[in-house]
């Protein structure tokens, strides 16, 4: 955008949901956080979605049953994939979504998702 970082317009929608994004550019924009660890995610073009977890001491495998996902694995993807269509974790797996698995701190697990055919990753 050729300005400062502290200058780019970054837009919080006011809604517990609402997903952040930056005015009047294409640029897309995700992040997460659990225990210490924050993950961010930029898209030059489009929407992206990022998720961290911290591992929890025990699965919590009713919850994960409840929301038809099997593992934290599988969760750390749905949740960074409904991040992309806004969605979040409701209703089902977003359609057209691509998520790939990303390297983590020891103990936590992390996903980045873009819309398919859009995922090229470069990890800072």
């Known amino acids: 955008m050729g300005i400062h970082p502290r200058h780019v317009p970054l837009i919080t929608p ?9 005015d009047n550019a294409s640029i897309g924009v995700s992040w997460s956080h659990s225990g210490r660890w924050v993950a961010l995610a930029i898209a030059d073009r489009g929407p992206v979605g990022v ?20 593992s ?14 806004g969605q979040g974790l409701a209703g089902t797996w977003p359609a057209g979504v691509t998520v790939r698995s990303l390297s983590a701190p020891a103990g936590y697990l992390a996903a980045v998702a873009a819309p398919d055919g859009e995922l090229s990753i470069d990890v800072c």
Request: aromatic share 10%; glycine share 4%.
């Open 72 to 85: 934290m694995e599988d969760f750390v993807a749905r949740e960074a994939a409904g991040k992309v269509t």
């Open 51 to 70: 998720d961290i977890e911290q591992q929890p001491f025990r699965v919590p495998l009713r919850a994960l049953a409840m929301l038809d996902l099997a």
């Open 14 to 22: 006011l809604a517990p949901w609402g997903k952040p994004y930056v």
